[in-house]
C-alpha cells in the first residue's frame, strides 16, 4: 500500500473490513448528499426540503433524514404546536462534511459541460457501450 493511501485515523477505506466502508456508502447516495447541502445554509422543514430536492419521493426523504440524524449530522428538532412542527439543522458534523459536499457540487457543476461532451463522444464512438445516463 502507498504511504498515501494510510489514514492517521486508523482506518483503511481501501480494506474490504474496514468500517469506514459504511460511512462511504452512507455518503455515495445522491439524496444524502444534496439534503446536506439543502441544510447548510440552515434550519428547514419537511415542506420545505422537499420543495428544495426536487424529485425525492416523501418516503425518501424521510429515510434520508432518519440516515443523516442516526448518524449525527442532522438534528431534529419537534415543536409542540398543532399541527407538530418539525425541523431539520446540520450539526457541527454536518456542517464540516456540508463544506466538502458543497466543493464537489461546485467542481461538478462547472465540469458538466466537459463531462457531457466526453459521453457524446463516448456515446458516436462506441454506441450502446458509451451510453450513461
Not at 469506514?20 to 446536506?36: C, F, G, I, N, Q
Not at 445554509?41 to 430536492?53: D, P, V
Request: hydrophobic share 40%; aromatic share 6%; proline share 5%.
Amino acid at each position: 500500500m502507498d504511504s498515501d493511501d494510510r489514514s492517521p485515523f486508523g482506518y483503511d477505506a481501501f480494506r474490504r473490513t474496514c468500517p469506514s466502508h459504511t460511512v462511504l456508502e452512507m455518503l455515495a447516495s445522491k439524496w444524502v448528499y444534496l439534503t446536506v447541502c439543502a441544510l447548510r445554509r440552515g434550519r428547514l422543514r419537511n415542506g420545505e426540503l422537499a420543495r428544495k430536492l426536487e424529485g425525492i419521493t416523501p418516503k425518501m426523504l424521510t429515510q434520508t433524514l432518519r440516515v443523516l440524524e442516526r448518524d449525527g449530522l442532522v438534528r431534529r428538532e419537534v415543536f409542540a404546536v398543532i399541527p407538530p412542527r418539525v425541523e431539520y439543522e446540520l450539526t457541527e458534523l454536518g456542517q464540516n462534511l456540508a463544506g466538502l459536499l458543497s466543493q464537489i457540487r461546485s467542481w461538478a457543476e462547472e465540469h458538466t459541460p466537459e463531462i457531457k461532451d466526453a459521453r457524446a463522444r463516448a456515446l458516436a464512438n462506441h454506441g450502446e457501450m458509451g451510453a450513461v445516463p
